[in-house]
């Protein structure tokens, strides 16, 4: 009787967690956008079930809101002043689009590959960085402005690594010259960054290649086997996430990392880059 009266206990504090639907913004670049890929011309986007981010939505079901908050040339945190505003800056538009969504149970960041750009001059690490800065906006930000929302978990996914077709056609080449080189190094810098800002982790390069014809997009196969793939990985994300959120002992609210944590988690990256 005891063990049964312990199990309606958990079930009680677990159940509200599990608010249908559970909601899920994917923060993208052109990737996820669905930008179709034509050797650096510009071109429009595939239809929204060849889109990864609304494959998603419908593998997971009617439980699950997926929103695709996803901007062609989106970097982690690399200034540029292409756009007005928060323009192509992942880091400042972050903050604003959870809080325009909120509540979010959680966010999934696959930005990167923009940051290989040379125009950037960024370092496989540097740009791990930047995705580190994204996963602590998620992590702090809480309820935005004006709410009691927690702060969604953060799954991190690596974009797949660019194909040697960059180094072809008249655009790429020079635009993301010595990037192709770069992008082998980050996964391996992406999992310890998520590590350290306790995010979960998902390698698209394990699932798909960057097989469109430009050498950085994605085909339409591809955008849907990517979409299947993180759609079996998600329910187990976000089940564990609501049970083992670590909390604040004076407060009882999610912690907050500290500015110490955060520099140790940066020299950490360092040394694992090495």
């Known amino acids: 009787m005891k063990k049964f009266l312990c199990l309606i206990a958990m079930l009680a504090l677990v159940g509200p967690c599990f608010a249908k639907p559970i909601r899920i913004m994917v923060f993208g670049d052109?990737?996820?956008?669905?930008?179709?890929?034509?050797e650096g011309r510009a071109s429009e986007r595939y239809p929204a079930d060849s889109r990864w981010p609304d494959v998603l939505q419908k593998e997971l079901g009617s439980d699950y809101e997926v929103i695709n908050e996803s901007l062609n040339g989106r970097t982690t945190d690399a200034s540029d002043n292409q756009l007005a505003g928060a323009g192509l800056d992942g880091s400042a538009y972050l903050p604003a689009a959870i809080t325009t969504h909120h509540p979010l149970d959680l966010v999934i960041i696959m930005v990167g590959g923009n940051d290989l750009k040379a125009a950037y001059n960024r370092t496989p690490y540097r740009i791990a960085l930047g995705a580190g800065h994204l996963i602590d906006i998620c992590n702090t930000i809480g309820g935005g402005l004006g709410t009691t929302?927690?702060?969604?978990?953060?799954l991190l996914i690596c974009p797949p690594p660019l194909s040697p077709l960059i180094e072809q056609g008249s655009v790429f080449p020079e635009m993301f010259k010595g990037g192709l080189q770069k992008t082998k190094y980050l996964s391996k810098l992406y999992e310890g960054i998520a590590r350290l800002g306790d995010a979960d982790f998902f390698d698209a390069g394990t699932v798909i290649t960057t097989d469109g014809p430009d050498g950085l997009h994605l085909t339409a196969?591809?955008?849907k086997k990517l979409g299947t793939a993180v759609a079996t990985k998600v329910p187990s994300y976000v089940r564990l996430a609501f049970l083992v959120t670590p909390k604040d002992s004076s407060t009882g609210s999610a912690a907050t990392e500290s500015p110490l944590a955060s520099a140790i988690a940066f020299w950490s990256l360092r040394a694992l880059s090495r």
């Open 30 to 38: 052109s990737l996820s956008w669905g930008f179709i890929p034509n």
């Open 149 to 154: 929302y927690k702060s969604p978990k953060v």
């Open 221 to 223: 196969e591809a955008e």
